[in-house]
């Protein structure tokens, strides 16, 4: 078990794939049932949006009206009951359990984030962040900073090395991201088949 909290952001316009990400259907399940499945080992998980849309996973409102990935951020922040959140977006369908407690077992203690970093990108909304981060993010958003990048440079965290694992960081943002998700998916399932 990993002891902290797990929430997903299905809040996104998702203008560039034409529907909600989130409802996509990748080998039989939806994109949020990948990601909710990857999230097994929380204590608890919930979903984070502008709206409920007919999703029959526990769902909190966004708090605030802005609309980038730091107001899950903060939604997350204040209603956890852990001292630690994984904030994951939708738009990464094949995050896996194994990817997470790797993730989880990397953190360095004083730190307040642990952030994958894949091909010199930080991965922001895969990443853990401490409770006690909710009053600096308040302020950044009181700030019109919006930049969850902008927040991991102030504070001390801990970003880990995946180059090895970049697949499982697909960034789907559109329906071309999805068919490779699909074929990387269906790769890995026959290797798996074939060992």
């Known amino acids: 078990?990993?002891?902290?909290?797990?929430?997903?952001?299905?809040?996104?316009?998702?203008?560039?794939?034409?529907?909600?990400?989130?409802?996509?259907?990748?080998?039989?399940?939806?994109?949020?049932?990948?990601?909710?499945?990857?999230?097994?080992?929380?204590?608890?998980?919930?979903?984070?949006?502008?709206?409920?849309?007919?999703?029959?996973?526990?769902?909190?409102?966004?708090?605030?009206?802005?609309?980038?990935?730091?107001?899950?951020?903060?939604?997350?922040?204040?209603?956890?009951?852990?001292?630690?959140?994984?904030?994951?977006?939708?738009?990464?369908?094949?995050?896996?359990?194994?990817?997470?407690?790797h993730l989880w077992s990397s953190c360095k203690s004083g730190k307040d984030i642990i952030v994958p970093e894949v091909n010199g990108e930080l991965q922001t909304t895969c990443a853990f962040y401490n409770k006690g981060l909710k009053d600096l993010v308040l302020e950044q958003i009181n700030n019109r900073r919006f930049s969850l990048k902008e927040l991991i440079s102030k504070v001390d965290h801990h970003s880990i090395n995946m180059n090895e694992k970049s697949d499982y960081f697909l960034n789907m943002n559109t329906k071309s991201d999805m068919s490779s998700a699909e074929k990387i998916l269906s790769s890995k399932v026959t290797s798996k088949t074939l060992s």
């Open 1 to 101: 078990m990993i002891p902290a909290s797990a929430f997903i952001l299905i809040g996104g316009h998702s203008r560039r794939f034409g529907t909600p990400k989130w409802q996509a259907i990748i080998d039989g399940k939806t994109v949020l049932d990948h990601i909710w499945n990857a999230c097994g080992k929380f204590q608890e998980i919930y979903t984070i949006g502008k709206q409920h849309r007919d999703n029959n996973k526990p769902f909190l409102r966004d708090e605030l009206e802005i609309e980038a990935p730091i107001n899950g951020l903060y939604t997350a922040l204040i209603h956890t009951n852990s001292d630690w959140i994984l904030l994951l977006s939708c738009d990464l369908p094949l995050i896996d359990q194994d990817t997470i407690s």
